[in-house]
């Protein structure tokens, strides 16, 4: 028998040990119809920061929500019409949809990368719909490769790719698809294809009776052609590497904190990355007070995580 390390038969037994496993917030690969996914509870930011720490990503991209149906999709965003008419054409399948974040929206902000809106799909495989059903969790999912490889249509694929680093494989054969989802943003002024995939422009095109727009090309991130989402920034200056802090500013601390500032966040107080990272939004977002001058950031190492927290925080403060 050839050894195949962390595989499992997506049996039902298999498929509830895995749905157990993304409760208590551990990283499950399994099978969808375009390529295997890299799984974590989308509403834990340790799960998701988990997520971006084992692909070894250098920088947080916003990841795809999966859901088992319609009805849960719609308790974390607001469809407009188009959306609707997409769903409704195309769900379960291959067309994941970028629409605004609903109202007490559970879903983690690292799993958007700070972003208002989420990106949403209902998966047509029987293991990835099992999966999300027993869970009964949304799943955030990128595919399921270390960053700059390509995607695995195979669960040895997985393991080659990832053995040793998670626990859980979902083997439910090779993906009959083979290329990655369709990424359509909704907006009010029509719809935006932002990657091609799994559903041709041409049938998206059919069912809205419109043509689909070009994305805007993201001027202030030249240097990343292929990154088609602004990033959340927040409106007050943002200072790096800081040794000391004034009483006007809010301080975004990592490990002891500096003393002095109006308002202090730790990242984490004992320096662990995957907590800084799983807090990294949250915190931008709470200290981002207009009656305060700045938000002074103490340096993160440039280490693991660190990569991809440092390089938010970069963007963040050069806008
Ligand atoms: O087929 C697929 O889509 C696979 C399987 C596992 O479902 N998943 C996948 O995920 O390809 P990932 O993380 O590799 O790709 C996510 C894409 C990226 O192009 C990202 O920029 C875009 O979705 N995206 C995610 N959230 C977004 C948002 N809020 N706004 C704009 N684009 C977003
Ligand atoms: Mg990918």
Redesign the pocket.
Known sequence: MTFRPNIAAASPQAINAAAAALRRGDLVSFP?E??Y?LGADATSDQAIAAIFEVKNRPSF????V?VAAFDQAREIVIFDERALKLAEAFWPG?L?L?APRAPGCKVSLLA?AG?D???V?S?DHPVAHDLLCAARLPIA???ANISGKISPTTAEHVASDLAGRIDHILDGGPCRVGI??T?V?TTPQGAVL??P?GVTQTEIEQVLGERLLKPVVNVANPDAPGQ??SHYAPSLPVRLGATEVASTEALLAFGPPLVGAARTLNLSTSSDLREAAANLFAMMRALDDPALSAIAVMAVPQTGLGRAINDRLRRAASK
């Open positions: 969808t375009t390529v996914g991209n916003p990841l795809i999966h291959s994941t970028v958007s972003l809106t989420l990106a799909r998966p999912a990128p595919s990655e989802s990424v943003k932002l990657r995939g088609l989402t």
